[in-house]
Nanobody, 128 residues
C-alpha cells in the first residue's frame, strides 16, 4: 500500500522548534517533488514549502521564509520540515504531499491538484 506518513508534530511553546518528517511507504520519493501544506481550523489548506525531486530547488510561503527549512534524505525516503521561531499562528494540521512537478515554482508548488499522494497529517500546536 502506498502511503505518506507524517510525524513530528506536537505541542510547543511560542518561539520553539519542531521537525516534521514525511516518509514514503511502499514507494520511493526519489521521483517526486514533496510539498508541505497546513490547514488551521476554519481556514483553507495552504502551501508552506516544497522541495524538488533532486533537492536543488526549494520554495517557501512568505509565512515560512526565514523560519522553516525543507530538506530531503532520499536514502531514508524522507523529507523534513524544520520549523523554528514558531508562533500561535503556525498552529495547524500539517500535511505532506508527493507530486511529479517538473518545475518547482511557488504557483505550481502550492497548487493542490499537482499532487498525487497525501499523508494523513500531523497536528502542530503552538501555545504557552
Amino acid at each position: 500500500q502506498l502511503q505518506l506518513v507524517e510525524s513530528g508534530g506536537g505541542l510547543v511553546q511560542p518561539g520553539g522548534s519542531l521537525r516534521l518528517s514525511c516518509e514514503g511507504l511502499g514507494f520511493t520519493l526519489d521521483y517526486s517533488a514533496i510539498g508541505w501544506f497546513r490547514q488551521a481550523p476554519g481556514k483553507e489548506r495552504e502551501g508552506v514549502s516544497c522541495i524538488s525531486q533532486s533537492g536543488d530547488r526549494t520554495v517557501y510561503a512568505d509565512s515560512a521564509k526565514g523560519r522553516f527549512t525543507i530538506s530531503r534524505d532520499n536514502a531514508k525516503n524522507t523529507v523534513y520540515l524544520q520549523m523554528n521561531s514558531l508562533t500561535p499562528e503556525d498552529t495547524a494540521v500539517y500535511y505532506c504531499a508527493a507530486g511529479a512537478l517538473a518545475v518547482v515554482t511557488p504557483t505550481l508548488a502550492f497548487t493542490h491538484s499537482h499532487y498525487d499522494f497525501w499523508g494523513q497529517g500531523t497536528q502542530v500546536t503552538v501555545s504557552s
